[in-house]
Nanobody, 128 residues
Framework: QLQLKETGGNLVAPGGSLRLTCAASGSTLNDYSVAWFRQAPGKEREGIACMSVADKSPYYADSVNPRFGIFRGSATGEVYLHVNFVTPDDTGLYYC?????????????????????WGQGTQVTVST
């Protein structure tokens, strides 16, 4: 059973940056399709940055493209989300997700049913 843990969430001023990290206990994420989802206050959880083992290019939701970047740490087996030029609309709980189901990057972002493993989430709050 893959267990995911996110770290790096914090209070950040508008225009600032963060790096979120997703680590898997007892394994590496290198062989999984991975994603970052976000749940803003009062809104449904949405896929914002996804990367599959099948696609060469990641997929980003319009709300975060091109400010955010999803990366794999091939040596660490971790997945990162670089969060840049934040606005208050970026406030929310950020979840790491992974799956070994066959999917495209966009498919993973658009269909949460494909996710097999979820982290607990890390809070990002954008405020002065």
């Amino acid at each position: 059973q893959l267990q995911l843990k996110e770290t790096g969430g914090n209070l950040v001023a508008p225009g600032g940056s963060l790096r979120l990290t997703c680590a898997a206990s007892g394994s590496t994420l290198n062989d999984y399709s991975v994603a970052w989802f976000r749940q803003a206050p009062g809104k449904e959880r949405e896929g914002i940055a996804c990367m599959s083992v099948a696609d060469k290019s990641p997929y980003y939701a319009d709300s975060v493209n091109p400010r955010f970047g999803i990366f794999r740490g091939s040596a660490t087996g971790e997945v990162y989300l670089h969060v840049n030029f934040v606005t208050p609309d970026d406030t929310g709980l950020y979840y790491c997700a992974a799956t070994d189901r066959t999917t495209s990057a966009r498919g993973l972002c658009e269909s949460q049913q494909l996710v097999r493993y979820w982290g607990q989430g890390t809070q990002v709050t954008v405020s002065t």
